[in-house]
């Protein structure tokens, strides 16, 4: 819309045909007549006024933002391209992708993050370290304290965190253990973090034994048993 009518004036002289169709080349696919009509009135309704030469200084900055975003847009998915590119010929490639919540671009960033060499972390537990989900334990005398760890890796850890919420949307067993964490009070990061340390541990053993993941394999443990 910005970039078809950059300034005030040019936005209330769109019409109906015009608006729809910047809203289909924008993705819309829903309430796009609704949403067009919405947008027209918008634009014709009485508006607080710039001079005209300062209406159009920002409709030149409008446009010229507008078409940065437009060619970073396009940059990004060339990028996305040549990732999926070479992340799909890894060997490993497949296990990221079967883990719900990852697809190529997060999958290849926590691939990227953690490394490939299949000897780096001997256990479960070094790879949460190093992705600083594991909860770290404080004891002073009688006083014991259970914390975040803060030396990490951050661009891993902020990956995680994207992974654990996506999991949430796409595996019972995750939403089920966020749900249970959340219900014993812990905050929305917390519950995420304690997820994102449990979905490492079932990556780190489907590398180890070179398999897909298995939703009930994963998460059976935790099912409760018939009477």
Request: glycine content about 8%; hydrophobic content about 40%.
């Amino acid at each position: 819309m910005l970039g078809r009518a950059p300034t005030p004036e040019q936005g209330a002289h769109l019409d109906l045909p015009a608006i729809q169709s910047a809203l289909k080349r924008g993705g819309r696919q829903r309430n796009i007549a609704a949403r067009a009509r919405q947008i027209r009135a918008a634009l014709r309704s009485e508006q607080l006024a710039a001079p005209a030469p300062v209406a159009a200084a920002f409709g030149a900055t409008t446009h010229a933002a507008v078409g940065i975003i437009f060619e970073l847009n396009r940059q990004i998915t060339e990028l996305e391209t040549e990732l999926a590119t070479h992340f799909e010929t890894h060997p490993d490639a497949d296990i990221y992708l079967s883990l719900p919540g990852l697809g190529v671009v997060l999958g290849a960033r926590v691939l990227g993050e953690f490394g490939d060499d299949p000897n780096r972390y001997t256990t479960a537990k070094s790879r949460k370290n190093y992705a600083g989900t594991s909860p770290l334990t404080v004891a002073s005398g009688k006083k014991r304290a259970v914390l975040a760890r803060h030396v990490r890796n951050r661009r891993l850890h902020d990956a995680i965190d994207q992974w654990a919420l996506g999991a949430i949307n796409n595996s019972p067993g995750a939403r089920a253990l966020y749900d249970q964490h959340r219900a014993a009070g812990d905050l929305h990061h917390q519950a995420l973090r304690a997820l994102g340390n449990r979905l490492i541990g079932i990556l780190h053993g489907c590398l180890r034994h070179h398999t897909l993941y298995s939703e009930q394999t994963a998460w059976a443990h935790r099912q409760p048993t018939a009477a």
